[in-house]
């Protein structure tokens, strides 16, 4: 029988406390709005640690700026869950 295990970046769970502090910020949508643009465009921003907004993306309509945002709090939720290990899916008796 063979057993494969592969370590990536991706699913580590030691990760450095800032860089989890920064996912757990980027993760809460109160971090996060949406200003409209001279231009028309909405521009998606998200709030750092030293309370400045930082532009992260702009779409035409706000309702894909709102879905943006929502993907990408949706990432960093994952790559938190990834920092607490292996999930056991299932067990054998």
Same mark, same amino acid.
């Given at each position: 029988?063979?057993?494969?295990?592969?370590?990536?970046?991706? *699913?580590?769970?030691?990760?450095?406390?800032?860089?989890?502090?920064?996912w757990?910020?980027?993760?809460?949508?109160?971090?996060?709005r949406?200003?409209?643009?001279?231009?028309?465009?909405?521009?998606?921003?998200?709030?750092?640690?030293?309370?400045?907004?930082?532009?992260?993306?702009?779409?035409e309509?706000?309702?894909?700026?709102?879905?943006?945002?929502? *993907?990408s709090?949706?990432?960093?939720?994952?790559k938190l869950?990834?920092?607490?290990?292996?999930?056991?899916?299932?067990?054998?008796e």
């Amino acid at each position: 029988m063979t057993y494969f295990y592969y370590r990536s970046s991706t *699913a580590r769970t030691q990760v450095d406390p800032q860089t989890k502090a920064h996912w757990e910020s980027l993760a809460k949508k109160s971090n996060w709005r949406i200003v409209q643009l001279p231009n028309g465009y909405y521009q998606a921003e998200v709030k750092d640690a030293n309370d400045n907004w930082n532009d992260v993306t702009r779409r035409e309509t706000m309702e894909s700026c709102e879905a943006a945002i929502d *993907a990408s709090i949706n990432h960093y939720e994952q790559k938190l869950l990834s920092t607490q290990g292996p999930k056991v899916v299932k067990t054998f008796e």
